[in-house]
């Protein structure tokens, strides 16, 4: 999806992948290898001005080892780590509000369940997260992660999450408050901006966010997922790359969060982050029996002309977000109906 904006700003885009089948790597020119291989990278890196990544997974000591070979690379080993180690990001961010949390390594640290562990690296999409009730259950847990970040469990009423993009000189813009709805730990649903907060509390996550992106000093589009309970708001996690949460910015925003994480990697002046209707509803397709979208097509496009389809080019399996459906307009029901309809449809949910 960097793909799009890159070319419209006349940016030459290479890829490393790690395989010819990756989504980007059928679309845009790449080079195949192994992103924990530092010395490919090294070689990759001198064809290149800029390096920015879009995944967590990326080893921080290779990311170290390209700045210390003085490749430019954003977001930076120093900011990256906090969405990298879920225990330093709660570190870092301890004067933000946040879920009460401690590191353990064993079940006699913790007196009361239930609770929520995370692994403390690598975990996404619901894994590596895990409601625990007991300590037998716990024990179990520490058997494959002996060490664990072990948090409050926050029985909230909505999740959001407010995307960010911050320049080397930082500037920095933000863009409408999002709310997810998650299932089993896969955001299936955005609407923005986010219906179940007042526009105060708005105002005050997105400032939240604005400022943890110049206290981490991240460079880039990053997203500040947050659980929201009456008027109180917790920070929950950070993802430094451009976000599922923040895809609707391809038809809703004037500027995406792809075209501003170019710009912002480059230090060009960021782009307008406002919203181009009153409501934006976006669903991501999971993976289901259908593998071939042209019959889903000739019957979601006659429906609904107004929708907006980005397929991933990727190998379709069960659960596997391979795409997603926009939808904007003034009409909240009918955008969420038309999109959640579209979206089972082509997960092959319904059939009509």
Not at 53 to 59: A, R
Not at 134 to 148: C, F, G, R, W
Not at 263 to 287: F, H, K, Q, W
Not at 314 to 332: C, F, M, N, Q, Y
Request: proline share 5%; charged share 20%; with cysteine.
């Amino acid at each position: 999806m960097m793909v799009a904006p890159a070319t419209a700003l006349g940016i030459d885009l290479l890829l490393f992948a790690q395989s010819p089948a990756d989504s980007g790597a059928q679309i845009t020119h790449h080079v195949v290898g192994d992103y924990t291989d530092l010395a490919a990278l090294k070689e990759f890196a001198a064809k290149c001005d800029v390096v920015t990544f879009e995944h967590e997974l990326v080893p921080l000591s290779v990311i170290r080892g390209l700045e210390a070979a003085g490749v430019r690379i954003y977001p930076p080993a120093s900011a990256f780590i906090y969405s990298q180690d879920k225990a330093q990001m709660r570190e870092k961010l301890s004067s933000y509000p946040s879920p009460e949390w401690k590191v353990v390594t064993s079940t006699q640290e913790i007196e009361r369940y239930p609770l929520i562990a995370k692994a403390i690296s690598g975990g996404y999409d619901g894994r590596g997260v895990w409601k625990i009730n007991s300590q037998d259950e716990l024990a179990e847990i520490l058997k494959t992660n002996p060490k664990l970040l072990i948090e409050e469990l926050i029985s909230f009423d909505s999740e959001i999450a407010v995307m960010v993009a911050r320049s080397p000189h930082g500037q920095a813009t933000s863009w409408s408050p999002t709310e997810t709805v998650q299932e089993d730990g896969i955001c299936t649903l955005t609407i923005s901006p986010a219906q179940s907060i007042t526009p105060e509390l708005a105002e005050k996550a997105q400032k939240l966010a604005l400022d943890i992106a110049a206290e981490v000093g991240v460079v880039g589009v990053m997203a500040v997922e947050m659980f929201v309970k009456g008027e109180k708001i917790f920070i929950n996690e950070l993802a430094m790359r451009p976000h599922n949460s923040g895809h609707w910015t391809i038809d809703g925003a004037r500027t995406s969060q792809f075209e501003q994480h170019l710009r912002a990697i480059l230090d060009l002046p960021l782009g307008d982050p406002s919203m181009t209707a009153e409501y934006s509803v976006m669903g991501n397709i999971l993976g289901g029996e259908k593998t071939d979208m042209y019959r889903p097509y000739l019957h979601l496009m006659a429906r609904n002309p107004d929708l907006k389809f980005h397929q991933y080019k990727k190998e379709v399996r069960p659960g596997r977000k391979i795409g997603h459906v926009t939808a904007v307009g003034s009409d909240l029901l009918q955008l969420t109906t038309d999109v959640q309809h579209a979206r089972d449809y082509m997960s092959g949910a319904i059939d009509e």
